[in-house]
């Protein structure tokens, strides 16, 4: 089961695929009950939670949602708990992130606490891999966020029967 689009998407007027106005959610707070659904998902047992691409001016009023590790990281696995593997929204395709530069997007979004890069241009997978492999060689921060990542993924992949070899 996948929890999507956290931290909410019912309160902003725009599509963040395909525009980058109206896509600022400025009701939405850390107590707010617009998160029970959120929380309700997490206690069912969510596999993932995929992060909005839209913008949360009293979550965070300098980061996008997926570029957030106030949303991701504090939010998110700090205050809902989630300890399952985090995803994006779609980082290739979507007007909304079209102003970061798509080497950007992959790392920022491992850096705020996410695990899996989605992305529905196939053409920015190179650029996303390249930069988040020189991400890892470069610096022992990011190659910690890496490995915890890999392993939330694995683990996913493990309980459902999906990392047996024949």
Not at 20 to 36: K, P, Q
Not at 110 to 116: E, L, S, Y
Request: charged share 15%.
């Amino acid at each position: 089961m996948t929890v999507k689009h956290f931290p909410g998407l019912g309160r902003i007027t725009g599509n963040t695929d395909t525009t980058g106005v109206g896509i600022t959610d400025t009701t939405t707070t850390a107590t707010s009950g617009y998160l029970d659904p959120f929380a309700a998902g997490i206690a069912a047992g969510a596999d993932l939670v995929m992060i909005s691409n839209a913008w949360y001016s009293k979550l965070d009023a300098t980061h996008q949602a997926p570029f957030s590790a106030a949303i991701v990281t504090g939010l998110l696995r700090g205050q809902l708990g989630y300890r399952g593997t985090v995803v994006s929204d779609d980082l290739g395709n979507a007007v909304a992130v079209s102003s970061v530069p798509v080497a950007l997007r992959a790392t920022r979004f491992i850096r705020a606490g996410g695990d899996i890069v989605l992305t529905a241009d196939p053409s920015t997978v190179p650029t996303m891999t390249r930069a988040i492999m020189l991400a890892r060689a470069s610096s022992p921060r990011f190659k910690e966020l890496m490995d915890a990542a890999v392993l939330r993924v694995l683990t996913m992949k493990t309980e459902r029967g999906l990392t047996r070899c024949s």
